[in-house]
């Protein structure tokens, strides 16, 4: 086997433009797939990502009526909705694939929010203790909350830093006072996310996605909510999970569950449903893949051709080495070992064109994502299918070739020379 390919590799060197033109086919096919593949991955994962939210893994679960989130901020508190409670967080706490679980109170837009006179247009948060470790959030100043924060109902609040932004002007706000509905509430820590995450912006549907998440949020503890807005309102739920792979899955469970424990009454028009993120980004790579598969076809055009460029250029290779055949059937080689030899060199020839088509999609994803600011990410089980499939194109079209070089008849071979 080993002086097979020893003698392929010799008989490549030795006609090497003709190699190389023989391989181009290969080259070009396997180059176009591993670059279509790149590119249809990496845009996958910036779908992913994009939607996700830079790999936190987590779920929300929302109050919904009739198919829409119901929002407390302009909405009453509805009486058919029961506060969750720690019984039923726990059961939240069993599901498969959940790590940890948070519940909080939000106000969206909330206009009674002030800073020496300036209005605020975030978010207000009520969050209990697990919720900045759930969503990935980091102390950058100041403090966090602690459990005496909770069980004094202390009035302390922690900002984001694009309220720093635009409710401070940009200067430490640990130690001001703020207004929230009439309440003085004291600013004790600024957070920011961990993972900083920039979506990308493509459309007026992407810009409207992300925009709310622009003006920023104030934190209070849970335990306060209910001082502040004055009596008890369902929660929201949010879920860390081991990966996004299980996110439709603990979201779709968790949803069941509150809304078989937490409504009230059989002809209500609300439940809990889970924001399905996972699902919208494979709805959006199923889309672009769609395409990008059928660009793979197109491109695999080209390895038939490059294998019917294998196939000519063996057959005129069994015709120059004729003599060379009947020689070694003469002093006993067997069909096997000449059939081995041919199918070696063409399996060599092509390996090595998938080899260097590989080498030439990687060089032409990163450049194209360079000119054109495409995210791609570089396939490793691809560049193993390609250079197996490769081989497997040399195999195919050069049996044809071999198994007619060991079926010449050694005397009729020695007299053609």
């Not at 279509?36 to 991955?41: C, D």
């Amino acid at each position: 086997m080993f002086e097979n390919v020893r003698l392929a590799f010799q008989g490549v060197w030795s006609h090497k433009l003709r190699s190389m033109l023989t391989m181009l086919g290969i080259i070009i096919g396997i180059a176009a797939i591993i670059t279509i593949v790149s590119t249809i991955k990496g845009t996958n994962e910036q779908i992913k990502e994009n939607l996700i939210g830079a790999g936190n893994n987590v779920v929300a679960v929302q109050l919904n009526q009739s198919g829409y989130v119901y929002d407390l901020s302009w909405n009453e508190v509805p009486s058919a909705v029961r506060p969750i409670s720690q019984e039923t967080r726990q059961e939240l706490e069993q599901i498969p694939g959940a790590q940890k679980v948070t519940l909080f109170y939000s106000r969206s837009n909330s206009e009674n929010v002030y800073y020496q006179n300036y209005q605020y247009n975030g978010s207000i948060m009520g969050v209990d203790r697990n919720y900045f470790s759930a969503y990935g959030y980091q102390i950058r100043t100041g403090r966090g909350f602690v459990d005496s924060d909770y069980e004094d109902f202390r009035k302390v609040a922690i900002v984001d830093e694009s309220t720093v932004s635009s409710l401070f002007a940009g200067k430490n706000p640990v130690g001001e006072a703020i207004e929230i509905q009439g309440d003085v509430f004291t600013v004790i820590g600024v957070v920011a996310m961990s993972q900083e995450f920039t979506p990308t912006i493509n459309s007026m549907n992407d810009y409207w996605m992300y925009s709310g998440d622009s003006a920023g949020s104030v934190f209070i503890p849970d335990a306060v909510w209910p001082v502040v807005y004055r009596f008890d309102e369902p929660q929201n739920v949010a879920i860390k999970v081991e990966n996004t792979d299980v996110m439709t899955t603990v979201g779709k469970a968790a949803a069941d569950l509150l809304t078989q424990r937490q409504i009230v009454g059989d002809n209500t028009d609300f439940d809990y449903r889970s924001q399905d993120m996972l699902e919208q980004a494979q709805q959006l790579q199923k889309m672009s893949q769609a395409t990008n598969t059928q660009l793979v076809w197109i491109a695999s055009i080209s390895l038939l051709v490059g294998g019917i460029g294998v196939m000519n250029i063996m057959l005129v290779s069994v015709t120059e080495r004729t003599a060379e055949i009947g020689l070694k059937k003469a002093i006993g080689a067997k069909k096997r070992r000449i059939l081995m030899q041919f199918l070696t060199e063409a399996a060599v020839l092509t390996s090595l064109g998938g080899v260097i088509g590989v080498a030439t999609g990687i060089g032409m994803a990163e450049l194209i994502s360079r000119m054109m600011e495409i995210p791609v990410a570089i396939s490793l089980p691809a560049i193993g299918i390609s250079v197996a499939f490769s081989t497997l194109i040399g195999v195919v079209f050069g049996l044809l070739p071999a198994t007619q070089a060991a079926n010449l008849n050694p005397i009729q071979a020695l007299r053609r020379d």
